[in-house]
């Protein structure tokens, strides 16, 4: 019965999506899901067109609420990653960036990230 048990919870955790329950960890978060675009640091990375996150203008001036948007909608060339993290972890990376550029706002609370996520039709799941 015990082993069986453990089985159980062994299969659940299995089962968890990657990303989940990572809040408390914004910055690998943002290695995982933004870096392989947006690069590390403060400038793009070699030959990429796409912005640098760090020492950034746009999120130096907007604050965290404009991060969340373009994670969960994406813009341009980025696609809308709404499927692959959280509501937490939305919150985590908008805050984590948001205060890396200096930005001054109050930091986005998880709860305020549903009302910013696309309509579920427009939220393709990725592989
Ligand atoms: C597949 C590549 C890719 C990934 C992954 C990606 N982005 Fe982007 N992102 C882009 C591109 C390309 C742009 C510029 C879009 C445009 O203007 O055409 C952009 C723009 C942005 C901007 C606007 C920057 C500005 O200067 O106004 C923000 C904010 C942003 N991304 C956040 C994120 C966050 C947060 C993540 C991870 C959760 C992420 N991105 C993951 C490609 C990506």
């Known amino acids: 019965m015990k082993s069986r048990s453990t089985l159980s919870v062994l299969a659940l955790v299995a089962l968890l999506p990657v ?3 990572r ?11 933004c870096a392989a675009c947006h690069g ?7 030959g990429s067109p796409y912005p640098a996150l760090f020492g950034n203008p746009q999120v130096a001036a907007a604050g965290p609420v404009y991060v969340a948007l373009k994670a969960l909608h994406g813009t341009g060339n980025m696609y809308p990653l709404c499927a692959l993290a959280s509501d937490a972890e939305i919150a985590a990376i908008a805050n984590h ?7 001054q706002s109050p930091p986005l609370a998880p709860e305020a990230i549903a009302a910013l996520r696309p309509a579920a039709g427009d939220c393709p799941i990725l592989h």
């Open 19 to 21: 990303g989940a329950g």
């Open 23 to 33: 809040a408390d960890e914004p910055a690998a978060l943002y290695a995982d899901l």
């Open 40 to 46: 590390q640091g403060t400038a793009p990375l070699s």
């Open 97 to 103: 960036l948001a205060a890396a550029n200096g930005n």
